[in-house]
């Protein structure tokens, strides 16, 4: 009876100790969060109002942490077992109402502060704006197209132009599984699901290049599947929409008209190098001819050098049949036996065995 009597009159200092311990390693621990550089450069109107949700979060869940792990240790340390108590047991407890709804109640209000904000903040960065330009963008394994609306069409591309301060909506869908379009410096994501369209928005408001990443384990290329969005001045945009364009015109009147408009090129180079449907060779290889130097994929000035026809025709519609010393079978998707047109395949293959020899 001595011994819990005196412990009811330690409480309050054990309650004091903690306080203090705590209080100066929530400072500490928030001081050392907000210092860490946690995101790259932020490159569209959607970042800010993310990092300041992070930076309160982290405020906020900092010492939540801190006291939880500090009132463990605290308790551990403190009422550890000495010898000679082996066999003794604590005064019971039947709980405590008080203590019971703080601890409830506290994280309850809190929970639900944090996810209004939380959802205030997604509901003003997703709202429509006027001006908004259409992106649809395509995942497959494992690549990313991006088709932009010109007229009645659509013109497709391996790389990702956007013009600086114009809104954009990325309607985004995938051809086989689950992949998901991911623009760090825009601190948007979303999934990439087959058979459904899912959206994002973003206004760009920084010049540069920037990584697109794919944020869902989608196969062994998903580390690979990777491209790059261009931030650009607007009449630099409209110049690259330009040569986008008159590509897909070229491909289409060469390859006696492409279908769903998609590019038909039959020319061996372009097919090559245009980040254009439906390959993209040098986005993955260098080839010294076509002047691509990717390099997901082995150098096809080496690994092509002095082969036949029939075995660049075979590695192109059969990619497992010969790997390359290094590299990995699956990654090249397994599509292209289907996707390219005879004539396109033919005039591919010719060419890589012309400029390889
Ligand atoms: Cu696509 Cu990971």
């Not at 060779?281 to 010294?288: D, E, M, P, R």
Request: aromatic share 8%; proline share 6%.
């Amino acid at each position: 009876m001595n011994g819990e009597r005196q412990a009811e009159r330690d409480a309050p200092v054990h309650v004091a100790r903690l306080v203090i311990i705590g209080i100066i390693a929530s400072a500490l621990g928030i001081v050392l969060a907000l210092l860490i550089n946690w995101f790259p450069v932020s490159a569209a109107t959607q970042a800010k109002p993310i990092d300041t949700l992070w930076d309160v979060l982290v405020i906020v869940s900092v010492p939540v942490f801190v006291l939880v792990t500090t009132v463990v240790l605290y308790s551990v340390y403190r009422w550890r077992m000495r010898p000679g108590e082996e066999l003794l047991d604590g005064p019971p407890i039947h709980g405590n109402t008080r203590l019971e709804i703080v601890w409830t109640a506290l994280p309850a209000i809190l929970l639900v502060a944090l996810c209004s904000y939380a959802y205030a903040v997604l509901h003003d960065i997703e709202v429509a704006k006027a001006d908004t330009m259409e992106v649809r963008v395509v995942g497959e394994q494992f690549a990313w197209t991006f088709y932009y609306r010109d007229g009645g069409k659509e013109l497709a591309s391996h790389q990702l132009y956007l013009p600086l301060n114009r809104p954009v909506h990325f309607t985004i869908q995938s051809k086989d599984v689950l992949h998901d379009f991911w623009v760090p410096a825009f601190r948007v994501k979303k999934d990439a699901v087959r058979g459904i369209d899912t959206d994002v928005r973003a206004t760009p408001n920084r010049i540069g290049t920037y990584p697109v990443v794919c944020a869902e384990l989608c196969g062994l290329g998903h580390a690979a599947m990777r491209a790059s969005v261009h931030v650009v001045q607007p009449q630099q945009f409209n110049s690259w929409l330009g040569k986008l364009r008159s590509g897909a015109q070229a491909g289409a009147s060469t390859g006696g008209g492409g279908g769903g408009g998609e590019q038909a090129s039959t020319d061996a180079k372009t097919l090559f190098t245009t980040a254009a449907q439906p390959v993209a060779c040098g986005s993955c290889h260098t080839l010294a001819d076509a002047g691509t130097n990717g390099t997901t994929g082995p150098d096809l000035d080496q690994v092509l050098k002095g082969k036949s026809a029939a075995f660049i025709k075979q590695s192109i519609e059969q990619p497992n049949a010969v790997i390359a010393k290094g590299y990995t079978p699956g990654i090249m998707p397994q599509t292209y036996a289907q996707s390219l047109k005879p004539a396109q395949l033919a005039a591919l293959v010719k060419y890589l065995q012309e400029v390889t020899k």
